[in-house]
């Protein structure tokens, strides 16, 4: 009898622990005690680690600032940290335990767009809001409406080197060489081929290669043989700087234009001298006088004590957005919180205004920057908009002030 009554009470004990577990959890919605858990996922020692360590730099300069600035509705904002060592099957599987075993209430990454869309199925059916970043390609926020970003997408990237290509340096004629396993050198792969055919350049050439792959000059060979005024290549830093440096030494000095995933510190290390006469589309400029830019160079530069890229940037707007749209929603029950993230509208961010559209784009201008390997940094050269907003901005000529070069930047970047 004794032992039954033993029983009995150890089996009532688990029942109320779970019990208590499961009232007092922190599923989505669930808004207790006085932190917000905040899931951050990304590259941090795989092919890309710095896209992912300058995206969880960033995310963590705007939370400082925010929860000295006494946090969110009376809550500090607590980041758990995921390394998906830039592998897609990675990232489902640190999401997962993310918002399985860590509960979090919302999610920042990726910055690759191949990983965020292996992880955002899992966000959309857990209904946790996930916030890329930096992930360009469409179909990431077409996995459902808890999925959204705050960089511009691919077709207006695409097409805004297609257009710098053309209008500015009068190519007629383009190769493309791409990551063929890349979603996002596949969708600026397609929207640069529009774009550039729709303004009567023609594409001469499209080769691809892999992220694996030790020798680009097989590819670069063909590409050379037919000429082209230009090279696209839209991929990302560990192999572009490769690709350039054997590019120039086949005696290929044309322009090499590219898009955002060539943004990091490492470029330069790789790729050196080659990459002059080179350009990229990007979100910012940090050379932009505005403050509120200025003030955050200042910031990132005194905690990581380096110059932060456009993926820093983009972090620390999405953080902030974030943040704003939990005290908007008035805490963090996930379909309220989803809602008020989808409404952001006009939220001034260093890389520019930030309304998300109905399918939860940003929409906003993006910067050609030309690469200057000696200085080891991007400088302006024009500003192109969206369709029906203001038109492009060009540098000035190369004897006025630069000054007045990093002010043309700003004129359109921050609309």
């Known amino acids: 009898m004794t032992r039954f009554i033993l029983t009995l009470s150890l089996v009532v004990s688990i029942f109320s622990s779970f019990a208590c ?8 919605g669930a808004n207790t005690g006085d932190t917000i858990k905040v899931g ?44 998906d060592q830039g592998r897609p099957e990675q990232a489902k599987t640190v999401v997962s335990k993310l918002i399985s075993q860590d509960k979090v209430e919302a999610l920042l990454g990726e910055v690759a767009s191949t990983n965020s869309l292996a992880a955002a199925p ?12 930096s992930s360009t390609n469409p179909k990431v926020t077409e996995v459902g409406d808890y999925i959204s970003r705050v960089c511009f997408i691919d077709p207006f990237q695409g097409a805004v080197m297609a257009k710098f290509a053309g209008n500015t340096l009068k190519a007629k004629t383009a190769a493309i060489f791409g990551d063929v396993n890349s979603d ?51 991929g990302y830093y560990s192999q572009v700087g490769i690709i350039a440096k054997q590019a120039r030494e086949l005696g290929m000095n044309m322009p090499l234009l590219g898009g955002d995933g060539w943004d990091s510190p490492e470029l330069w290390k790789l790729g050196g001298d080659a990459l002059k006469n080179a350009y990229i589309s990007n979100h910012y400029s940090a050379d932009n006088p505005a403050p509120e830019i200025q003030n955050f160079v200042k ?33 963090t029950e996930s379909a309220k919180l989803k809602d008020a993230i989808n409404a952001t ?12 559209d109905g399918k939860r784009n940003a929409v906003k201008p993006a910067v050609v920057l030309e690469l200057v390997p000696a200085e080891s940094k991007f400088t302006f050269k024009e500003t192109i908009a ?3 907003s203001a038109p ?20 359109n970047t921050n609309k």
């Open 21 to 28: 577990v499961q009232k007092g959890g922190t599923g989505p």
């Open 40 to 83: 951050v996922y990304g590259d941090l020692t795989g092919a890309t680690s710095s896209f992912g360590q300058s995206t969880k730099n960033g995310v963590e300069l705007a939370v400082d600032e925010i929860n000295a600035a006494g946090g969110v509705n009376g809550k500090k904002i607590v980041i758990v940290s995921e390394d």
């Open 122 to 133: 899992v966000a959309q059916e857990a209904k946790i809001p996930m916030i890329t970043p």
């Open 184 to 234: 996002y050198s596949k969708g600026l792969t397609q929207f640069f081929k529009e774009e550039f055919t729709k303004l009567g350049g023609k594409i001469v050439a499209e080769e691809a290669y892999t992220q694996n792959d030790p020798d680009f000059k097989g590819q670069l060979t063909k590409i050379r043989d037919l000429k082209p005024d230009v090279i696209y290549i839209p």
């Open 299 to 331: 910031a990132y530069k005194a905690k990581f004590n380096v110059v932060p890229d456009s993926l820093a940037a983009l972090a620390y707007d999405a953080t902030k957005v974030l943040a704003d749209a939990i005290k908007r929603a008035g805490g």
């Open 345 to 356: 509208k006009d939220f001034a961010g260093v890389t520019g205004k930030i309304t998300l």
């Open 386 to 388: 969206p369709e029906g």
């Open 392 to 411: 492009a901005t060009a540098a000035p000529a190369a004897n006025a002030p630069a000054a007045a070069n990093t002010t043309a930047a700003n004129s």
